[in-house]
């Protein structure tokens, strides 16, 4: 599996997010590299990163949010259970301690990426873009 790339598809037509959205799929790609090669110390430094950037760049998608005056309560909701699932993904992975098989390695991989594109940037944030667009692409909330 290739590691992931952002296009100009993937833009939500703000600097900040498209920023942030391109930091968290390379924070992905090094938790997906620690869980193939079953480093635990890595694993838990990569998620430990993704977690906390993740709550950041929530944090300012609903600062932008309000500011467009997009509602963002499902967004709020479903950040939250973003950040549960990687939790249990993370205590998940920690308890086996790298002894995890190749196809475990492969569908944790393949559902980390699938999320951070298809769930959250695709499906979740893309509905602000229409939104967006009638901003400079540098527009940040004062």
């Not at 997010?17 to 838990?44: C, P, W």
């Not at 950037?53 to 998608?61: G, P, Q, S």
């Not at 609903?62 to 997009?70: L, T």
């Not at 950040?79 to 098989?101: F, N, V």
Request: with cysteine; hydrophobic share 45%.
């Amino acid at each position: 599996m290739v590691g992931l790339e952002w296009t100009d598809q993937l833009s939500v037509g703000n600097a900040i997010l498209d920023s942030e959205h391109r930091n968290l799929l390379n924070m992905v790609d090094s938790v997906v590299h620690a869980i193939r090669a079953r480093e635990k110390s890595a694993l838990l430094l990569a998620f430990k990163m993704l977690e906390d950037w993740l709550c950041v760049h929530f944090a300012n998608e609903e600062k932008i949010a309000q500011a467009i005056n997009f509602p963002f309560l499902q967004q709020r909701q479903l950040h939250q259970y973003a950040l549960k699932e990687l939790h249990h993904l993370r205590d998940e992975l920690s308890a086996k301690d790298g002894s995890w098989s190749e196809s475990a390695a492969e569908h944790y991989a393949r559902f980390l990426k699938n999320w951070i594109v298809d769930e959250h940037i695709v499906r979740f944030d893309m509905p602000m873009k229409p939104a967006l667009q009638k901003y400079p692409y540098d527009f940040l909330p004062g």
